[in-house]
């Protein structure tokens, strides 16, 4: 039974798909008593067995007593219609995003509930302030946006509107806390915290594999084994489905008048278009066989007879540990100022593309191959190495066999400014930084909310933290000066910080 008296004792859930599902079970499960109702009837009686089904589920694995669950399901009630709402203290709603369709039944339920009674929207990306425009009380809207599955996701965004008073988000946030799960508070801005951070990770992968430099499998794969990643991007849009992830990137772009940043792509709106959406349509970005992806296995490492010498660009990233490297592997290593006729290049760029680096420093680019060295190589499971348009069949697979040669898999991909996990990191660290610099919400919330919310590794500050803010920071810098492309210009936010020195973790005194 419920430790304590919930915040609210009556609510209702308005819409009674997954979310709503979830949403009532873990209220019921805090103490309150639940009020189903959806405007199809047959919905609230298939969603009130399916929770019960769940409960029962949780007491054959021993997490919940029986006699808890059979609390539960007294407190579990369904309605006819919104006129039954009547007493709720909290109305969520979970219903069909669309701003319209929201707007409508909210101005419905002020007409029904009382007026101390608080309304409260699931939504991901909509407008609060929107939403609550044309009520008579805003000040009692707010957004309450669970993730999915919500009795496992255990983070929840709490949005202030314009108009919303801040004793309705405090109590929201308690009751957060009795139902299990975190509250991290947001100010009323296109995605809020999660939604918004998370562009960063799907959206460049899309650009990068839409300029060819590998494909959705080594991209997903990078990302998981340099950088930690639970799924690749690719992966992570099949999971969630395209006809909910891509919506959400052009509501973002859109919201945000067209911010490079961004920028949705032309690949996801055509699979969305083809009904290519993921793993439930049984396509997606890979195949699916009983819900398992089949993806092709790895190119093998290339048999070479006699390995080149090798030479360092003086300009290298981590200079020092990529020479020990080589030592390790057992290369054969030139010291001179350039490299001899046969050597084998190595560069080791942050956002610059290798092609840029081989002309900048006069070196052969036939003979050139870049490492990605933004992450030291003891914390990856995965090298990669890019050749440019004229890196050699020969060069290119002597430098696979090479950092191949201690059995850490090594992926070969095309040049474009930066590396994929460079890109991608800097990318998310930037938003992050934006975020910050807007004051959407305070850096320990957007850490929490992300690693909670997306299943990050790290949170983004401490991910930039991690590798370094002056890196990430020179990363950036260089991929404006390849693209020319805002979507690369650094926050302020971040510029500060790296220029000083100091933790993206550490807050600003308020003015």
Known sequence: MPAMKPVYAHIAVVGTGAMGRGIAQIAAQAGSTVTLYDSQATAVAAAKQSIAEQWDRLVEKGRMEAAAVAACKGRLQTAASLQ??????????????????????????????????????????????????????????????FFNPVPLMKVVEVIAGLKTEPAVCAALSEYARQMGHTPVTAQDTPGFIVNHAGRGYGTEALRIVSEGVADFATIDRILKDQAGFKLGPFELMDLTALDVSHPVMESIYHQYYEEARYRPSVITAQRLAGGVLGRKTGEGFYRYDKNVAQVAPEPPVPQVAELPPVWVSPRASRRAELYQLLKDLGAKIETGQSPSAAALTLVAPLGFDVTTVAVVERLDPARTVG????????????????????TRADMRDAAHALFARDGKAVSVIRDSGGFVTQRVVATIVNIAADICQQRICTPQDLETAVTLGLGYPLGPLAMGNLYGPTNVLEVLFNLQTVYGDPRYRPSPWLRRRGAIGLSLLHEEESA
């Open 84 to 145: 039954d709402l009547a007493d709720c203290d909290l109305v969520v709603e979970a219903i069909v995003e669309k701003l319209e369709v929201k707007a409508a039944l909210f101005a419905e339920l002020e007409g029904i509930v009382g007026a101390n009674a608080v309304l409260a929207s699931n939504t991901s990306s909509l407008s609060i302030t929107a939403i609550a425009a044309k009520l008579r009380r805003p000040q009692r809207v707010a957004g309450y946006h």
């Open 371 to 390: 490492i990605d060295l933004l992450i030291d190589d003891a914390a990856t499971k995965r090298r990669v190495l890019a050749t440019n348009p004229a």
